[in-house]
């Protein structure tokens, strides 16, 4: 069993992945094709002032697919063809990405790393942190509310952004959660 990236329509991708595998379970070829995964994360975003957990598709119009599409070359059986039929012939599957006559296997570390991806942050959600080291933010809440600065660094792990700061004209150092700024 190979991982393939597969394209699709951005936007349906939970309604394809749905659509082949049921297919696939139809045509009874669940031993050849075990996973079709969108892969998502859980993020934890803030939007007015309240926190919430959403999950955000990592590659927006691909799936995951984990398949056994038969021997590289060679005769086909009768249940290659089946797999391949399956495939191409439901609705809104587009192609293998690096496949000309062949699709191009994923390699099991890429899959590893995607898989913990989706693992770690079912776990602990990340933080869906906007802004970026030199965007100017303004702090809208606490000690330091209404002063403008410029992002130094974004701590992702920790959820603060260090700000460098004008006071009393000197450039100080601080250090803000990322829902207490916005962009200025």
């Known amino acids: 069993m190979e991982w393939y990236v597969v394209r699709v329509h951005t936007g349906q991708e939970d309604r394809i992945r ?7 379970k139809a045509d009874k070829l669940e031993h050849r094709i075990p996973q079709v995964l969108v892969p998502v994360e859980r993020v934890t975003e803030v ?7 959403v999950s955000r598709k990592v590659y927006p119009g691909y799936l995951l697919l984990q398949a056994d599409l038969g021997p590289a070359d060679g005769e086909q059986s009768e249940e290659d063809k089946a797999v391949w039929f399956a495939l191409h012939e439901t609705p809104g599957f587009g192609d293998f990405v690096g496949g000309g006559a062949r699709p191009t296997p994923m390699a099991p570390e ?3 790393a995607i898989l913990a991806r989706m693992q770690d942050s079912e776990v602990q959600p990340r933080l869906a942190v906007k802004i970026r080291p030199g965007d100017l933010v303004r702090i809208k809440e606490g000690p330091f509310e209404g002063f403008d600065g410029s992002v130094e660094e974004v701590l992702d792990s920790k959820g603060l952004l260090r700000i460098s700061v004008t006071i009393f004209g000197r450039a100080t150092s601080v250090e803000i959660e990322h829902w207490q700024v916005e962009p200025v």
Not at 18 to 24: C, E, G, K, N, Q
Not at 47 to 53: C, E, F, W
Request: cysteine-free; charged content about 60%; overall charge positive.
């Open 47 to 53: 939007k007015a002032g309240k926190k919430r957990i």
């Open 110 to 112: 890429e899959v590893e």
């Open 18 to 24: 749905d659509r082949l595998l049921r297919r696939v």
